[in-house]
């Protein structure tokens, strides 16, 4: 078992606290280069309180996002942090040293949100990377590198993303985020599932610990605190924090951070609506404490996690949400044959305003590239290659009226090349979106990519009996691969290349990467040409 849990610990406190309080606020300020960082308030901490490391986030021209949250005892409740509030000063500088601070201030890490830490910084440059830390009580926290975006109306360049999902912490060890957090890329964009509820068995699953997990850990999450003891459990990972403290990161959840195949309202294990909503309030309040986003927190069970993101005249990002404003799932969740619940025009994914808000900055973007960040596969996919077709009704195909709405809007918006990014599966996709998904002569006018997992699934394998089946039955699917790993995506003026990278296990450290595939996709021209993958390291 690793260090980081054999603390003692005791059984959460199962409550929940009232969603009250403003956000925290803070004041800028400058130092003069080279300054010193100050101590911090006394809070009365005992031990090192940047136990979850730091990161960043939502990066913008002027400025971006950064985040800690103090727990000097992660395992405990309030992560063995007194509750009241404790002081904790910041820096961000041009240089990895710290002798040009162009930033600083202090903030109040708050009780009520667990002492978590989110500082907008602003009135930094442009297209350029900075450093920051903490400090707190004497303790300095880890340095990290961040990167603004590029000025509105900035021409050519390059951007480069990482992108995955899905990091189950007992299916395996985090090697690919080790990896990656040696990439060289401006952002990480996170498609969900950064934790999983799920309770724990005692042996850790592949991860395979010496000692027992501690008992807290093997309930289902549903209350704040143990929604805040799971984050702490999955940010205590060195190799995730190794990937914060690259680059910042762009997230959206999907249902994990809630409950399995949650939608909307409605909860998987059908609980009452208003006690359910209590429990997407607790999970949407950690959610927030535990990344970096913008404030105010949640307000009760509802958080705007819709957005978007300018990258010059190069790249827009859009993110979307597809869980909380969903109906539920049609014929009972999973693969099921064609209905009429399933083509419902009353049945919603993203719902309408949502979907409009896309759709409407998609008309109106005037980037090179348009990616979306979406949780679910948007494309048409079958199950097999028999004559029935057969649709997942938890992805956009079981919303097949609100699919509808959405491919047409982005097949009529094909010379602004759009790329969609999904998660969800487990597994390395690349598609090309066609009119008609069942004639592969069909006109294409975009590319689905959907990067792997970082842990869930466990080990993996290249192509499973199921993996076949969907390339047999799916002419428009270019490429499955069902080990670990992550994509790197390089876009500039002319392409868009797409490194699928995967390590051969996860049940061990250590494990190398390699380039499994990769494609290109040419400006004004949609479509995947297959380039031979090759290794990297």
């Excluded at 880890?142 to 975006?149: L, P």
């Excluded at 724990?200 to 289902?220: H, K, M, Y």
């Excluded at 348009?370 to 494309?379: E, P, T, Y």
């Excluded at 002569?441 to 997992?453: A, D």
Aim: net charge neutral; with cysteine.
């Amino acid at each position: 078992m690793t260090e980081d849990l054999r603390p003692a610990v005791r059984m959460a406190r199962r409550r929940f606290l009232t969603l009250t309080g403003a956000a925290t606020a803070v004041a800028f300020g400058t130092n003069l280069p080279g300054s010193a960082l100050g101590t911090g308030g006394t809070g009365g901490l005992t031990g090192n309180p940047f136990t979850l490391g730091v990161a960043s986030g939502d990066p913008l021209p002027d400025g971006v996002v950064i985040w800690t949250r103090l727990a000097p005892k992660p395992f405990e409740p309030l992560g063995g942090a007194p509750y009241k509030e404790v002081r904790v000063d910041w820096q961000v500088a041009t240089d990895e040293r710290f002798h040009q601070v162009i930033r600083s201030g202090r903030a109040t890490a708050r009780p009520e949100y667990a002492h978590s830490v989110h500082i907008d910084v602003r009135g930094l440059q442009p297209g350029r990377h900075y450093w920051y830390r903490f400090r707190c009580d004497g303790y300095l926290s880890q340095t990290a590198r961040t990167r603004t975006a590029p000025a509105p109306g900035t021409r050519g360049g390059q951007l480069t993303l990482g992108v995955s999902s899905c990091q189950s912490w007992p299916d395996g060890y985090y090697t690919a985020q080790r990896h990656l957090a040696s990439e060289d890329v401006d952002a990480v964009v996170f498609l969900g599932d950064y934790i999983y509820e799920y309770g724990i068995a005692a042996a850790g699953g592949l991860r395979n610990v010496a000692d027992p997990v501690p008992s807290q850990f093997r309930t289902e999450a549903d209350t704040l605190d143990r929604y805040r003891l799971q984050y702490a459990l999955y940010k205590s990972d060195p190799d995730l924090q190794a990937a914060h403290l690259n680059a910042p990161w762009i997230t959206t959840w999907d249902d994990h951070e809630v409950q399995d195949n949650y939608a909307g309202t409605v909860s998987k294990s059908n609980a009452p609506v208003e006690d359910f909503l209590v429990r997407r309030a607790n999970a949407y309040r950690a959610y927030w404490e535990h990344l970096p986003l913008r404030s105010p927190a949640p307000q009760g069970p509802n958080y705007q996690l819709y957005r978007r993101f300018g990258f010059g005249r190069l790249a827009e990002l859009s993110v979307l949400d597809t869980r909380q404003y969903r109906s539920d799932q049609a014929a009972g969740d999973g693969w099921k044959a064609d209905s009429e619940a399933r083509r419902d025009p009353a049945r919603v994914l993203a719902g309408q305003q949502q979907t409009q808000w896309y759709l409407n900055g998609l008309n109106r973007s005037r980037a090179t590239w348009n990616v979306l960040a979406n949780q679910v596969i948007m494309s048409r996919m079958d199950l097999d290659p028999t004559a029935a077709d057969l649709y997942n009704m938890d992805a956009w195909d079981g919303y097949g009226a609100e699919q509808k709405v959405m491919l047409d809007g982005v097949a009529a918006n094909r010379h602004r090349n759009p790329v969609v990014l999904t998660g969800d599966v487990h597994a390395g996709y690349a598609m090309e979106m066609k009119r008609d998904f069942a004639d592969p002569s069909s006109q294409t006018y975009g590319v689905e990519l959907v990067p792997t997992s970082f842990s869930s699934g466990g080990n993996g394998v290249d192509v499973s009996a199921n993996g076949q089946k969907f390339l047999d039955g799916n002419p428009h699917l270019k490429l499955v691969n069902e080990k670990r790993g992550y994509s790197v995506l390089r876009f500039d003026e002319r392409e868009l290349r797409v490194d699928f990278r995967a390590v051969p296990y996860i049940d061990k450290p250590g494990a190398p990467i390699s380039t499994i595939h990769s494609f290109v996709v040419e400006a004004g021209n949609p479509g995947l040409n297959s380039v031979a993958g090759k290794a990297v390291r």
